[in-house]
């Protein structure tokens, strides 16, 4: 190789991973260094379970390695699983927040599965949780239906006290933006697990035609979900790579919103790092290879995320 080709594979390698830096460096930022929060304001980053295929103890191990404050997980159900959970959360001194749900298509069972998981996790002698994340209901469901449900969890949210939250999830109740105003005006003490990335799948759009509607709803969000969705998919292959910048910087001006109320308001803060396995990663056609590293993609994020919102 001649040295004006060596030269020129050299200088083209700097340009690329600088234009590659840039928008890394930018999303880095903190928005909020001149705003002092007020007290009470905490950050707690949540890591996920989906995917990972190691014991109850290895998965709050490596959470706790990472630097994570808690995780998020399904209820277990059983007591064996309901005491290895919380042998592993107390050993590790982690936080926890529970996922709920009810699977049935008929709105009967649906609600008597949900409010059994719901009142075992409210009921549960080991460790509160900080908060419960609910799939809430079918897209299906008519309104009267999917009302039962949000009117338990908002009399179980009063006598437990603990945050209990509606999450933006497709197939469920509020699989749509003008579908979960409509249940947050109608039930004003509702509130948001803020999942955007879906939306922006359902409706294939960064929304920005919607910015009334979702900035309701961003009022109304206590817990994020920080996977990072784009028009044609729930899930960007890895938020690092730079032809996605602009789809990440579109998830953070909705993410900043909501922590600049909570820092103005001195309230807790809970994000969980959900980019999820395959086939939500997406893979290789035919060895259904990942194209990327979820575990790592997630710590990703809640490094990201800490440094600008600290």
């Known amino acids: 190789m001649n040295q004006t080709r060596r ?16 928008p890394i460096q930018n999303i880095s930022a903190n928005p909020f260094k001149n705003m002092k929060a007020k007290a009470g304001y905490e950050l707690l980053f949540m890591q996920t379970d989906w995917g990972f295929e190691g014991t109850r103890d290895e998965f709050c191990a490596a959470a706790k390695k990472e630097g994570y404050e808690g995780i ?13 959970l919380f042998d592993a959360v107390k050993k590790y001194k982690l936080e926890i927040g529970f996922l709920c749900a009810g699977s049935q298509s008929n709105i009967t069972e649906h609600l008597a599965s949900f409010k059994k998981s719901l009142d075992a996790i409210c009921a ?13 209901g079918k897209d299906y469901f008519t309104y ?30 509020m699989f749509a ?18 999942d955007i990335s879906h939306w922006c799948n359902v409706h294939e759009s960064l929304l920005s035609d919607q910015k009334q509607t979702i900035d309701f709803i961003l009022e109304k969000t206590d817990h994020i979900h920080s996977r990072v969705g784009h028009p044609e998919g729930p899930q960007v292959n890895d938020p690092r790579a730079p032809e996605w910048t602009k789809v990440v910087e579109a998830h953070l001006a909705w993410w900043d919103k909501v922590i600049e109320r909570k820092k103005k308001n001195g309230e807790r803060m809970t994000i969980l790092t959900e980019f999820g396995p395959a086939d939500y990663m997406p893979t290789l056609p035919y060895t259904r290879q990942p194209v990327a590293d ?11 995320l800490r440094k600008r919102y600290q």
């Not at 933006?177 to 803020?194: D, G, I, M, W, Y």
């Open 7 to 22: 030269k020129f594979l050299q200088n083209t390698a700097v340009v690329t991973a600088a234009s590659m830096l840039a």
């Open 72 to 84: 998020e997980v399904w209820w277990p159900g059983e007591d064996k699983a309901v005491k290895e």
């Open 124 to 136: 549960n002698s080991y460790q509160k949780p900080v908060y419960i994340n609910c799939h809430s």
């Open 144 to 173: 009267e239906e999917n009302k039962q449900i949000i009117d338990y969890v908002t009399a179980k949210r009063t006598s437990s006290g603990i945050p209990i939250y509606h999450e933006t999830h497709r197939s469920r109740m």
């Open 177 to 194: 933006a003008p579908v979960a105003r409509n249940f947050a005006e109608k039930s004003p003490e509702l509130r948001f697990t803020l």
């Open 294 to 304: 979820q575990w790592a993609i997630n710590v990703y994020m809640m490094n990201l």
